[in-house]
């Protein structure tokens, strides 16, 4: 994916007007009112907070449950590029009193800055603004069986940047507190929808200190080809922005690939893959790999780890040996998640022999079939 899909700029307030126009690209009816709407409340918030600054944003640009999914995808990606994109410029002081967001000051990179202009107009920077990212939304909820190549190659970014954005959500995962931490608005807002929207009861939140530890397991088998490509690249993506991550691949037997993805070239990445992973595209025995995961790495499960595995569920070995290893597995991690592409589907029933054995034994069960349910991991993650 080029450049030519986000261009963030150096001044928050011409950001602001171009991701209203990414969010107008993606459906949501937003004109001069909702952007100038947005900007006065950034004189109202402390931009520093950055649960503060979604919050707002989310409040003012998305009135109901599919705007808020659009503008929770459109969020992520596009400021989260818009931080590493002022790597490249030269540091500019901020203006007095104004702070920007810490997600868009990662490495201590300038971040942009609220235009201290007074009378601003919207309409005229959303003219000279660059075109934001904008692939379809027909792509973005598109089954990943159903790629070109061309589509691969265009949402590769798109994955990577996914996947940046689940890793700093997972990273700076919250616990509410009754009395002390900071301020959590959204959960304040919802509590006092009772009180017609006055702050009465306020809540607040701590940062949780451990950090969680992931393992990911992928089936590489062959009724797993269609997504494999994909689920890999994710995968790839997911454990170069969050390093406390374990990532094994199987098939007929379990093969750990952590040290395989550390390589900069994802192409020599797949290709290695490919070539050292026995049964890749072959047969499938979930039971017996989850089993060697228990036996060579179990140790290191506890408390503070979540295992991942991807998978259809379709397992050719011991069914009843699928479902002890799933049962030893939950029993000592802080969760188990399954992510099926067949439950992307609507007519999918769980109704296969590995599926039906390892469901008992798993918490999160969901779908990784596009781009919108790899995003939609991060707001499970996050609450483990």
Same mark, same amino acid.
């Given at each position: ?11 928050? !307030?011409?950001?602001?007007? !171009? %991701? ?22 950034? $004189? ?35 400021? *989260? ?59 973005? *909820? &598109? ?85 494999? *490509? ?17 990532? %094994? ?49 179990? !140790? ?22 699928? $479902? &002890?290893?799933?049962? !030893?597995?939950?029993?000592? $991690? ?34 990784? *079939? ?15």
């Amino acid at each position: 994916m080029t450049e030519e899909y986000i261009v963030p700029h150096t001044d928050l !307030t011409a950001n602001i007007v !171009t %991701f209203c126009r990414l969010l107008r690209a993606h459906g949501l009816p937003l004109g001069p009112g909702e952007q100038s709407d947005v900007l006065r409340a950034m $004189a109202m918030i402390e931009i520093g907070d950055h649960p503060q600054f979604r919050s707002a944003l989310r409040t003012l640009l998305a009135k109901d449950q599919p705007q808020q999914a659009v503008f929770d995808l459109c969020f992520d990606i596009f400021w *989260h590029q818009a931080a590493e994109d002022q790597s490249t410029l030269p540091p500019e002081p901020p203006p007095p009193q104004q702070q920007a967001p810490p997600a868009m000051k990662a490495d201590k990179r300038q971040a942009p800055q609220l235009s201290p202009t007074a009378d601003h107009d919207p309409e005229a920077d959303e003219t000279s603004a660059a075109a934001a990212y904008s692939p379809t939304e027909s792509l973005v *909820h &598109k089954d990943f069986s159903g790629f070109t190549a061309n589509e691969l190659r265009e949402v590769v970014e798109i994955v990577n940047m996914i996947a940046r954005a689940l890793a700093n959500r997972v990273g700076r995962r919250r616990q509410r507190h009754a009395r002390r931490g900071r301020l959590d608005l959204r959960n304040t807002m919802r509590r006092n929808l009772r009180h017609g929207g006055e702050a009465l009861d306020l809540q607040y939140c701590n940062r949780k200190h451990q950090k969680l530890r992931l393992c990911l397991l992928m089936d590489v088998s062959q009724s797993m080809d269609l997504y494999s *490509h994909m689920l890999v690249q994710f995968i790839y993506a997911f454990q170069n922005a969050y390093r406390n991550i374990e990532s %094994f691949v199987f098939s007929t037997s379990l093969y750990q690939v952590t040290d395989l993805l550390k390589n900069h070239d994802f192409q020599a990445v797949l290709q290695a893959i490919s070539e050292q992973v026995p049964g890749w595209s072959g047969g499938t025995r979930i039971g017996a790999s989850l089993q060697s995961f228990i036996d060579d790495h179990g !140790t290191s499960l506890d408390r503070r780890t979540v295992v991942l595995v991807m998978s259809d569920g379709w397992d050719t070995g011991d069914i009843d040996q699928l $479902a &002890k290893a799933m049962r !030893t597995i939950q029993n000592r $991690a802080a969760a188990v998640f399954w992510l099926n592409p067949l439950c992307g589907t609507t007519d999918y029933q769980p109704t296969c022999r590995g599926m039906e054995a390892a469901l008992p034994y798993i918490d999160v069960f969901a779908a990784a *079939h596009n781009l919108d349910s790899l995003r939609a991991l991060g707001r499970r993650l996050a609450v483990v």
